[in-house]
């Protein structure tokens, strides 16, 4: 928390592969998007002595790593018109655009995903997260029906169910308020 979120060397890591990131953190990071966009019509990175803002203010003078990196941005609908709208080369480089649903419908398989979902949020959380008990996961599966304002679709918006995961953990793990309610 408050640091970036958009950390030296994920293009190059993603070399060969996909990047996918968030428009608006390459957008609210100062210098971020020239520099990605340079990376996109170059084909390489460029790393430089003394981090982005140097390699913004000393163009050229770093070293060059070719990447062949296929950028995926998420993002609003209307941060794509306007960077089309005011960036001269976004519209050739980014030319498909798909939109996801913001739920889904409440089944068998849907509820298997979620579950799946939960899953591996603890395995990869490295223990931030815990396991859940079976009541848990029923509450995380009922809250998330809340998100979608409706008791027949589940939200397919999973960054505010794994920030209840995580908060969920901290309240566990945190044994005073547990404590006081039982006295």
Known sequence: ????????????????????????????????????MRAVRSGQAEIAEGGLASALMHKGEGIKIPGAVKLVLLGPRHIQTLLADHDPDFASHFKAQAEFEGSMPVAAEMIEGYLYFMK???????????????????AVLEHAAELAGSNER??????PVYDV?????????????????TD
């Open 165 to 181: 995961l995580r908060e969920a953990s901290f309240w566990a793990r945190d044994t005073s308020w547990s404590r006081a309610e």
């Open 1 to 36: 928390p408050g640091g970036p979120v958009l950390k030296p060397g994920l293009f190059h890591k993603a070399s060969g592969g996909f990047l996918v990131l968030d428009v608006m953190d390459a957008l609210k990071e100062p210098g971020v998007w020239p520099t990605l």
């Open 154 to 159: 589940l939200t397919a918006r999973f960054g």
């Open 120 to 138: 591996r949020m603890v395995v990869s959380s490295g223990g931030k997260i815990l396991n859940l008990a079976r009541d848990a996961m029923a």
